[in-house]
């Protein structure tokens, strides 16, 4: 059975600071994907990542596979407010007949304050 | 294009009730799919279908079912609602093949259960 694992859970984040959302998963993938959730909204793409050593960065977001290590991280740098949600990673993986079937972390609640 | 569409916005039942949650999109998607969003468990597979008259279960399938008739509508009935299925739901759609597969969200459902 597929595991998705994030931590931290929580992140309470000020200003301008820089940190790292892990997401670590248990079984072979090459598919992990990053959504952002506002609160009573639905999920927002954020990134798709599709092989080995995969970096991708839209404004101060930067996410990167490791599929050996079965690692994504999500990467904020000098945070602002605007980025307080809840950011899930989710692994795809392969049913016999196509992709599509996501197997979701537990989510990162992010607040940035002042 | 409206993209993925669900109605109702929000839905109160009484335990035993039935009902169906719709699912449209207008992307000539093949893949479609729901899943149940709990306060600190992400999100989690119900069913999906890879094409019309192709459906299979996800991760939580039990008071849950599912047909496809056409490509663009994938409903959810529930047969007899019961209080743990107080939830908020999600569909989704994708294409089947191609490269990353990237799945885009419906607004949900805000189901409760008394």
């Known amino acids: 059975e597929l595991k998705v694992e994030q931590n931290p859970l929580f992140l309470s984040m000020q200003e301008g600071k820089n940190y790292t959302i892990y997401c670590n998963y248990s079984t072979t993938s090459d598919r992990l994907y990053w959504y952002r959730q506002d609160p009573g909204k639905s999920l927002e793409s954020l990134f798709v990542l599709l092989s080995n050593g995969a970096v991708k960065q839209e404004g101060r977001l930067m996410a990167s596979l490791d599929t050996k290590a079965r690692l994504s991280t999500l990467h904020i740098t000098a945070a602002v407010h605007d980025l307080s949600a809840t950011y899930f990673c989710a692994v795809d993986i392969f049913s016999g007949t196509s992709y599509g079937k996501l197997t979701f972390g537990q989510g990162t609640i992010l607040t940035v304050h002042p | 294009n409206a993209g993925v569409t669900q109605t109702p916005k929000f839905q109160v039942l009484k335990t035993g009730q039935s009902m169906t949650l719709q699912c449209a999109q207008d992307m000539n998607h093949e893949y479609m799919s729901w899943y149940r969003q709990d306060p600190g468990m992400g999100l989690r597979l119900i069913h999906y279908?890879?094409?019309?008259?192709?459906?299979d279960q996800g991760e939580v399938p039990n008071g849950y079912n599912v047909s496809r008739s056409t490509t663009e509508d994938f409903p959810l009935r529930l047969l007899s609602a019961a209080p743990s299925q107080t939830s908020v739901y999600f569909c989704?759609?994708?294409?089947?093949?191609?490269?990353?597969?990237?799945?885009?969200f419906g607004p949900g459902t805000r189901l409760t259960v008394l």
């Open positions: 989704a759609s994708s294409y089947r093949s191609g490269r990353d597969n990237e799945q885009f």
């Open positions: 279908s890879v094409g019309a008259g192709i459906t």
